[in-house]
């Protein structure tokens, strides 16, 4: 059990963070055991024959295979710095990763368990030049596994945040920390998460906390207390559609709006960017431009800015509308 003592002041500064590393990480998790993470079979069974070729997973897999054992081992912190916001940029988290002093990198190495591996053993004995290679491998894994797939896990990992945002208004602190999963739950003054083996200080006044939203942390939740800042990863809701295509439109509701509304209603099960929204659909950026706007004039759909995207949701007539047709 982790336990995790929240000051006043920290409960002020909790914030929420999108990550790059975060899910490079656990997502090579995932391919270590791809059982206990059925829900990312179809990622799996796609992006692992490229990843084997290019040697970054498997026996011949380099530093970031060897870094990354199966659950629950031990995850060495350094690999996953504090993010910095909702901006999520790979080249600053490994700018950031590559930074790590070398005492961390070899603290964080004498705990893994039994013996070294000869590319763990070569990272500890120069971590700089380590950290360059590991920096270049992870770039090589995001191109093969995640580059492709990002823009519809970005708006999932959005329309999370602005969820939680909109429950910690209605809720307060307590609300939020206590709805994020199963294994976390806020008691008096401490976060406590539910991990065998794992203690952690408790944050000091003014520290804060990181929640990094996930897809590929599903189905449990990883922390990390060392460092300045405390940071709890946990999975986002709306996992179960992500690699699923978009629900047809139902006929009837076609026949009313035209099917390239009615497509857009039926993909609209989150909150989505207009790029999501085309990807999904197959129309063209500007035919889902066009077509939210005449929902929103109808009274179908509204549009928020969430950082620097805008992510459209459909109203309560909306779904009325498709309940009532399907």
Known sequence: MVAIGLSAGAVARVRFALSCLWETVASVRVLRDPGQHAIHLPWVNRVRPRLAEANLIGPDGGLLWHL?????????????????????DLGQELAALRATPPGTVRAHLDLYPGHRPPALAALYADPEDGLRRLAGEIGAYWRLALAGDWPRIRALLD??????????AEDGAAGLLNDLHERVRWEGDALLISQRHCTA????????????????????????????????????RGLGALWAC?????????????????????????????????????????????????????????THRHGRSLLSSRTAVAE??????A
């Not at 329309?159 to 910690?168: H, I, M, N, P, T």
């Open 159 to 168: 329309a999370e945040v602005f969820r939680r945002a909109c429950r910690l």
């Open 320 to 325: 009325a509308l498709l309940s009532a047709s």
């Open 201 to 236: 200080p408790d944050v000091p006044d003014g520290s804060g906390l990181v929640l990094v939203p996930s897809i590929f942390v599903w189905p449990s939740v990883l922390s990390i207390a060392a460092g300045d800042v405390p940071q709890l990863a946990y999975p986002a």
């Open 246 to 302: 978009p629900p047809d439109a139902p006929d009837a509701l076609g026949a009313v709006l035209g099917r390239g509304r009615a497509r857009l209603l039926a993909a609209l099960d989150a909150p989505r960017s207009t790029t999501e929204l085309a990807r999904r659909t197959g129309l063209s950026p500007a035919g889902v431009s066009q077509h939210l706007t005449a929902l929103r004039a109808a009274g179908l759909v509204v």
């Open 68 to 88: 990354v054992p199966p659950a629950p081992g031990y995850l060495a912190d350094f690999l996953t710095p504090p993010p910095a916001g909702l901006a999520p």
